[in-house]
């Protein structure tokens, strides 16, 4: 997200705008531009750009593609085999790395013994490096094969934008078509960069490497099957500042990874205010979660935990069924769907207050219902996430980052340690109650009956405290509904980790249920199995974990 100059002394200080803009009276830094290297792989705005430049006097140096669309538009362009007296070789892998243009842009100004080798030498000087790199990030998102994406990793380019980047105070660097329009104002009013300006393009150009670098390292390393190497780089683009973080008092902005995950980043949004910190992140939450499911199924989702979840044939029956669990918690939540959402199914959520709506898409009658809302978010992705997808989670602490791949681990072998084992629609229920356990935040008690959750607890330091809890808004939202028993009533209840002593199960039990998911692995397993052999009640170990913290 970029922010547009304003006319005057005041103005951005966004490095993709360029920084601030000093008026000419303080401008005593101005460096004028007399040669542009203009070398690109994203045209966009290069026509416009290389029209102002000429403009105001500037030689105009290019290469294969750019020089062609410069010339097409009747531009003076000069190759830069040319220029460098060197021809492209290698298949143009080496065209700008030599001494002629290297020296022409590192070259210090301010320095004589510089300019008199450069005058020795015949290097001219370079005042503008314009260069975007070739889209390695683009060609691995899209499953191009290695010889592909080893071929679309730029040399020259991240060479060149360095160079400039560091003599700074003598050459501009821009990386980004977003930044030539403030280039362009500079020139019309000042007739050229001022420092700020070129130290503000330099960070956004060494950042710019740093991230292009790092898209290549992680590729390397996923390629090997090398998740956690010696030297673990991040690099992402900044699609917005926020209004500010997880509260008030924090500044916050979201990047992008370049990966095409169907999800609130690479969403498309159709209506609303701004997506918050939280918003992204509960959307997030609610969309993976949703994505479990191969029914039509609906997540209500309130501060990154799930408080209703349902699948059935058909969205609407889900969104009832979802809504029913925690019908308080729901108000000012975030909903997910996997599937397109129909005019029935926003009617019936358009009853509430909610915040975000996610889904693949939604039918124009749908979306016309929505309108009405003027504050709530649509966002439509196009898709939904494979949860089972490599890919890694980071958190950072003091000092550092905590780094693993995500939770994607599936139900296998499941082992009936009870004297009764599950019926088949226990079976189904106990599966999905376990799905969504892995979604809900530790510790995590899920209780579920025909495909609905009816009772979540969630994030609490004892599990039978979240038993108790689930068990508890499920009475009140029994009441709600006019009914006189709960509605964890001869459901089934899934734990994300073990019960560490029988009064957890013992909680579950007396709120209604009649079968038990859980890991198993306790050195109290005899005793919880013990209560449930008590009780008549089915359990299932599945010998893996949950926890989400």
Same mark, same amino acid.
């Given at each position: ?190 007739? /050229? ?17 740093? =991230? ?32 500010? /973080? ?85 108000? /000012? ?34 979306? =016309? ?63 999905? =109650? ?77 709120? /209604? ?37």
């Amino acid at each position: 997200m970029s922010t547009e100059l304003s006319s005057g002394a005041s103005a951005s200080t966004s490095p993709e705008t360029g920084g601030e803009t000093a008026p000419a009276s303080q401008a005593t830094d101005i460096v004028p531009i007399r040669r542009a290297l203009l070398s690109v792989s994203d045209k966009t705005g290069l026509v416009e750009l290389g029209q102002a430049l000429v403009e105001h006097g500037a030689e105009l140096l290019s290469t294969g593609g750019s020089a062609k669309a410069l010339r097409e538009a009747g531009l003076p362009v000069r190759e830069v085999s040319d220029h460098s007296g060197f021809p492209e070789i290698l298949d143009g892998r080496v065209k700008t790395l030599v001494p002629q243009i290297h020296g022409g842009i590192l070259g210090r100004r301010d320095l004589p013994e510089h300019l008199e080798q450069m005058e020795q030498h015949a290097i001219a000087p370079i005042d503008l490096v314009c260069v975007n790199l070739y889209p390695f990030e683009r060609t691995v998102a899209a499953g191009a094969d290695w010889d592909e994406c080893i071929e679309n990793i730029d040399i020259g380019g991240p060479a060149l934008i360095r160079a400039a980047a560091k003599n700074h105070d003598h050459v501009c660097v821009l990386t980004d078509p977003g930044q030539y329009a403030s280039l362009i104002e500079a020139l019309r009013a000042l007739g /050229g960069t001022t420092r700020s300006e070129r130290r503000a393009w330099a960070g956004a150009a060494y950042a710019r490497t740093s =991230a292009y670098d790092a898209a290549i390292a992680s590729w390397f390393g996923r390629e090997r099957g090398d998740l956690f190497p010696l030297r673990l780089h991040f690099g992402g683009i900044r699609a917005g500042k926020l209004r500010y /973080g997880e509260n008030p008092h924090q500044e916050g902005a979201f990047y992008l990874d370049g990966s095409n995950r169907p999800g609130v980043a690479t969403a498309r949004q159709v209506q609303g205010k701004a997506v918050s910190y939280n918003n992204i992140n509960d959307t997030d939450a609610a969309f993976e979660a949703v994505a479990e499911f191969a029914q039509p199924a609906v997540v209500i989702v309130k501060h990154a935990n799930p408080c209703g979840v349902a699948t059935a044939p058909d969205l609407e029956t889900a969104w009832d069924r979802a809504l029913r669990c925690d019908p308080v918690s729901a108000f /000012g939540g975030i909903v997910a769907l996997n599937r397109t959402l129909d005019e029935a199914t926003a009617a019936r959520i358009a009853q509430i207050f909610t915040e975000v709506i996610i889904a693949p898409d939604a039918t124009p009658e749908a979306q =016309a219902v929505l309108s009405a809302k003027k504050n709530l978010r649509l966002l439509l992705t196009g898709g939904t996430p494979d949860p089972y997808a490599p890919a890694l989670t980071v958190r950072s602490v003091a000092g550092g980052f905590l780094v693993q791949n995500r939770d994607n681990g599936r139900m296998t072998d499941l082992k009936v340690v009870t004297q009764r084992a599950p019926t088949d629609a226990e079976l189904s229920d106990l599966a999905m =109650a376990f799905q969504v356990a892995k979604h809900v935040k530790s510790n995590a008690i899920v209780y579920v009956k025909d495909g609905a959750t009816v009772g979540i607890g969630a994030g609490q330091m004892s599990r039978v405290d979240s038993a108790r809890i689930a068990a508890s808004k499920s009475r009140d939202a029994a009441r709600a509904m006019g009914l006189d028993t709960p509605l964890t009533q001869n459901s089934v209840v899934a734990s994300d980790a073990f019960f560490p002593f029988a009064d957890g199960l013992e909680a579950a039990i007396a709120a /209604g249920a009649t079968a038990v998911i859980q890991p198993g692995g306790s050195v109290r397993d005899a005793e919880v199995i013990a209560a449930a052999d008590k009780a008549g009640i089915a359990m299932v170990f599945t010998g893996i974990r949950h926890f989400r913290h």
